[in-house]
């Protein structure tokens, strides 16, 4: 008696799987040969030490001695859930109890509402349903792997009362980005060792085309090509396009050719000017782009040149008339060379420094000559006046003689200038 008081069974509580394996252990430290047992929660017995007691094929002994007993119950169902008794046969007997958990494992969800095709702009509500989890599991939406938090849960018990049948409703309006997107439904639950059931549904979107014309050059130039693509999406995809110019049709096929959505401008010219439109038409609607082009002229390419700068020349004339009296008078006209550079506006100091030290330079030798001139011309008459008083007894007579003697000679005329 005194030993047994020292003797305590030990269990721990067991959680398995739907259909998986648990085992039960019932250990005793100090164990004078008592022995032990197992009984299910009906309270039949399972296995006293190694003699195995109830008609169970699933149920299998371990390990059994006198510090152990251990079981195994295979093919788990939900009914085996309960707390199973260890009992040591002291007096009085002990008893250690283990609560057996069996977890109900989710069905594969599968997802509803969606009917395929879908136009842009409906109103889309996906349900997301799985059922036989225990306890209940928890559902999350997913849509271009991105979580969509605002949607609504349900729980509902089983008929047998221990799992449950979980839904989940998305509700949201569809656009023509949504077009083979996955939305994806996810079912958490810790039976599932961290691998989540999934179920998944890419959307179909119906739409409207959307319409781009695209040059193929954005310069177009006179007598060169030029292509127009037509860029269109929708769905379904429309085929063909159709291309039209200034709200009529193409006025020369010959040039302007249509190949699937492109059109082909052989050899521009300015009367190709103008709108030309592309329709894209599918069972859902119509639309279309407009592009305008204007031609453009084709630049002159000069080849390059070097400017030579070309000196500017000007002409000086001088005019000097002699008269009786001592003036000289001298006229000077600059006539601008019409090899002159044309671009050049502003004062030329360099032409108008050599005007000015040319004029004074035929100035400085006209009054050089003025003055030899006058001076030798002064000394001739001085020189007849006094021949014709050479002979002359008095003054009268010798004025009345030079004044015949200058009739017939030339060296005593006068000059002025």
């Known amino acids: ?13 067991v959680t398995v799987v739907e259909g998986g394996t648990a085992i039960l252990t019932c250990r005793v430290d100090q164990n004078d040969n008592t022995s032990l047992q197992w009984s ?18 699933r149920i299998e002994l371990v390990r059994a001695s006198w510090h152990e007993l251990s079981i195994s119950v295979s093919d788990v169902s939900l009914s085996d859930e309960g707390q199973y008794t260890c009992s040591l046969f002291t007096m009085p007997v002990k008893t250690s109890k283990a609560y057996l958990t069996v ?7 599968q997802i509803s509402g969606f009917s395929s095709p879908v136009m842009e702009g409906d ?3 996906l349900t997301c349903k799985t059922s036989g989890s225990k306890p209940a599991a928890d559902i999350r939406w997913f849509k271009n792997d991105k979580e969509i938090k605002d949607v609504k849960y349900l729980k509902e018990e089983d008929a047998n009362r221990k799992t449950f049948t979980v839904s989940s409703t998305l509700d949201f309006r569809v656009d023509r980005s949504d077009d083979g997107v996955a939305v994806i439904c996810r079912v958490d639950h810790e039976s599932l060792n961290a691998t989540p059931q999934v179920a998944m549904q890419v959307l179909e979107i119906h739409y409207t085309p959307s319409v781009k014309i695209i040059p193929s050059t954005p310069f177009p130039q006179e007598g060169q090509p030029l292509i ?24 020369d096929p010959d040039r302007m050719v249509v190949s699937g959505r492109e059109l082909n401008i052989l050899f521009l010219n300015k009367t190709d000017n103008g709108t030309y439109r592309c329709e894209a038409t599918n069972t859902i609607g119509q639309s279309s782009a407009e592009y305008v082009l204007i031609v453009h002229d084709v630049p002159n390419t000069l080849l ?9 020349t000007a002409t000086v004339t001088t005019t000097v008339a002699i008269t009786t009296s001592p003036t000289t008078s001298a006229t000077t006209t600059s006539v601008r060379d019409p090899n002159a550079l044309a671009g050049q506006t502003g004062p030329d100091h360099a032409l108008i420094g050599g005007i000015v030290a040319v004029v004074v330079f035929v100035t400085l030798c006209s009054i050089f000559l003025l ?7 002064k000394g001739t008459y001085l020189t007849n006046e006094a021949k014709g008083a050479e002979d002359a007894p008095d003054a009268d007579t010798a004025i009345i003689n030079a004044e015949g003697s200058q009739v017939n000679a030339e060296e005593k005329k006068e000059y002025f200038i």
């Open 40 to 57: 299910n929660p009906a309270q039949q017995t399972l296995y006293f030490d190694d003699k195995k007691a109830l008609r169970d094929n």
């Open 304 to 312: 390059p040149t070097t400017i030579i700068p070309s000196l500017t």
């Open 371 to 377: 003055g030899r001139y006058l001076a030798r011309h």
């Open 123 to 125: 109103l889309m509500q």
């Open 228 to 251: 127009l693509t037509c860029e269109s999406k929708g769905k379904p995809l429309p085929e063909p396009v159709l291309w039209t110019k200034d709200g009529g049709e193409l006025p």
């Open 103 to 109: 977890l109900g494992v989710p069905e594969k969800p």
């Open 1 to 13: 008696m005194e030993g047994s008081q020292g003797q305590f069974p030990l269990t721990q509580n």
